[in-house]
């Protein structure tokens, strides 16, 4: 078994651990003292350049990829969001003309964010150990081991950023997501929708790679999602333009179909001992929104922020850095993790009062700037301490 010594190890190589690679290997006296741990059991996943799915980023996550160099070539803009609730009255349009910005966010195809973050990784001098699935082995007051297939290493701080899990708060919305590409009859660039409906939220978003098509979430109970995947692209058509509307004229499905299970789990402390947790493996969350890797990167750049002078002094306890840490991303933690478990709750009640009530909230929302700014602010780049 082989034994080598870090300041850092990341483990896990997905979109939040490889931003935190960066971000830490600007700071650090010498990069190579940074592992980034990638590790899969052989055919988990698919490839990433394979990986079918789009990603939303709000536009506090574009500025921070486009400040490291990883902004993927392909993205198609999000300039106005259009939130509304099937069969009540009652809609809010959030517009980036309101916030003095470009564009509220912008949707990326994962299998190109991921390349361009691989690329500035194998630039960076950060070390990149791949192989089997990485666990933390033995933790003491010095530091941490971490085991490899046949390979240990030792680290003073260890950072999980696999999506292992975060058992301390669990909730089960009994709702699946079908993922789906769509072409529209009636495109409208720039667009993204958010309806909910007595089965979940229905998201369509501008695909990043084709203009007259759409990017699908659409949330319901697993038996439904399960019919939905099964029907053809025709009847699979209908039933998406029947829940959605005619905004965007008839929806034509062009791409298989996916189905992932949704539910909310978090730890209540991200940091234990030298161990600290981000992104998926802090907290995941219900996909309305769009919150989930939006959350964790602003995870990544504050947990770099605050070990930068510690990376100075390494031989120094990093205790300090990670109490900082861990108290200034509570509030959007908890926040975030609110608005995202609320809203497919309430909006689904099947309640006639709750959902007159939800669709008053959304007017309200629409017709007070001073009221829906604080939300779309949020949205739009999170809390940052």
């Known amino acids: 078994m082989t034994t080598s010594a870090f300041d850092i190890a990341i483990l896990g190589a997905g979109p939040v651990g490889r931003v935190l690679a960066l971000m830490l290997a600007r700071e650090a006296p010498d990069p190579a003292r940074i592992a980034l741990v990638q590790g899969a059991a052989p055919g988990?996943?698919?490839?990433?350049?394979?990986?079918?799915?789009?990603?939303?980023?709000?536009?506090?996550?574009?500025?921070?990829?486009?400040?490291?160099?990883?902004?993927?070539?392909?993205?198609?803009?999000?300039?106005?969001?259009?939130?509304?609730?099937?069969?009540?009255?009652?809609?809010?349009?959030?517009?980036?003309?309101?916030?003095?910005?470009?564009?509220?966010?912008?949707?990326?195809?994962?299998?190109?964010?991921?390349?361009?973050?691989?690329?500035?990784?194998?630039?960076?001098?950060?070390?990149?150990?791949?192989?089997?699935?990485?666990?933390?082995?033995?933790?003491?007051?010095?530091?941490?081991?971490?085991?490899?297939?046949?390979?240990?290493?030792r680290c003073r701080v260890a950072v999980q950023s696999d999506g292992a899990g975060a058992p301390d708060v669990r909730r089960e919305y009994g709702q699946h997501a079908v993922l789906a590409t769509v072409r529209a009859a009636l495109p409208r660039p720039g667009?993204?929708?958010?309806?909910?409906?007595?089965?979940?939220?229905?998201?369509?978003?501008?695909?990043?790679?084709?203009?007259?098509?759409?990017?699908?979430?659409?949330?319901?109970?697993?038996?439904?999602?399960?019919?939905?995947?099964?029907?053809?692209?025709?009847?699979?058509?209908?039933?998406?333009?029947?829940?959605?509307?005619?905004?965007?004229?008839?929806?034509?499905?062009?791409?298989?179909?996916?189905?992932?299970?949704?539910?909310?789990?978090?730890?209540?402390?991200?940091?234990?001992?030298?161990?600290?947790?981000?992104?998926?493996?802090?907290?995941?969350?219900?996909?309305?929104?769009?919150q989930g890797l939006n959350l964790g990167l602003r995870d990544a750049a504050r947990l770099a922020q605050a070990l930068a002078p510690w990376l100075l002094a390494p031989q120094a306890s990093p205790a300090p850095a990670l109490d900082e840490f861990a108290g200034a991303r509570q509030f959007d933690r908890y926040l975030t993790a609110g608005i995202t478990d609320l809203m497919p709750r309430v909006f689904a009640t099947r309640l006639a009062p709750v959902e007159h009530a939800c669709g008053l909230a959304l007017l309200a929302l629409d017709l007070s700037a001073g009221l829906r700014a604080p939300l779309a602010r949020h949205l739009l780049q999170g809390f940052r301490a």
């Open 191 to 290: 667009w993204a929708w958010e309806r909910f409906t007595p089965e979940g939220p229905l998201a369509l978003l501008p695909h990043p790679q084709q203009a007259d098509a759409c990017s699908v979430v659409w949330c319901s109970a697993p038996a439904r999602a399960a019919e939905l995947a099964g029907l053809d692209d025709a009847a699979f058509s209908r039933a998406l333009t029947e829940a959605f509307g005619d905004r965007l004229g008839r929806l034509h499905a062009l791409a298989p179909r996916h189905v992932f299970p949704l539910a909310l789990s978090a730890r209540r402390a991200q940091v234990q001992g030298r161990t600290v947790a981000i992104g998926n493996a802090a907290q995941t969350l219900h996909p309305v929104a769009g």
């Open 44 to 153: 988990a996943v698919p490839p990433a350049a394979a990986d079918p799915r789009v990603l939303a980023m709000n536009q506090g996550s574009r500025v921070l990829l486009e400040s490291l160099h990883a902004w993927p070539e392909r993205s198609a803009d999000i300039r106005h969001i259009h939130v509304s609730q099937r069969g009540r009255l009652g809609r809010t349009l959030i517009q980036a003309a309101d916030f003095g910005v470009p564009q509220l966010g912008s949707v990326v195809p994962y299998a190109g964010l991921h390349a361009h973050l691989e690329a500035r990784v194998a630039a960076s001098g950060v070390t990149v150990l791949s192989g089997p699935p990485a666990r933390i082995d033995v933790q003491d007051a010095d530091g941490i081991e971490i085991v490899q297939g046949d390979s240990r290493l």
